[in-house]
């Protein structure tokens, strides 16, 4: 069984900053993709942040220049820093892991954890 489990999430004031961390465990093949994604309220969920095995790394408009993705291979744990917050932010962010060869991926999600910004 794989399991991945998000922390980091919080109430913070607009300006502030946040570190989500999410790691996996459990059996799998070697993983292609970690990211991130959140979906706010009435919402459909939208792609933060991705980091692609190989360097290639992918952000969404509305966070780039204020979120950074980072990865510790070893830990199978994906990071990521949010800077400069805004209320518009604020969504369940859940972490995402891609493993296998291209054509027998596996995709696995995070419970997601609750990024609240205030104005």
């Known amino acids: 069984q794989v399991t991945l489990v998000e922390s980091g999430g919080g109430l913070v004031q607009a300006g502030g900053s946040l570190r989500l961390s999410c790691a996996a465990s459990?059996?799998?093949?070697?993983?292609?993709?970690m990211g991130w994604y959140r979906q706010a309220p009435g919402k459909q969920r939208e792609l933060v942040a991705t980091?692609?095995?190989?360097?290639?790394?992918n952000y969404a408009d509305s966070v780039k220049g204020r979120c950074t993705i980072s990865r510790d291979n070893a830990k199978n744990t994906v990071y990521l820093e949010m800077n400069s917050l805004k209320p518009e932010d604020t969504a369940v962010y859940y972490c995402?892991?891609?493993?296998?060869?291209?054509?027998?991926?596996?995709?696995?999600w995070g419970q997601g954890t609750q990024v609240t910004v205030s104005s």
């Open positions: 459990g059996t799998f093949f070697s993983i292609s993709v």
């Open positions: 995402n892991m891609v493993t296998g060869a291209r054509g027998y991926e596996a995709d696995y």
């Open positions: 980091d692609r095995s190989g360097g290639r790394i």
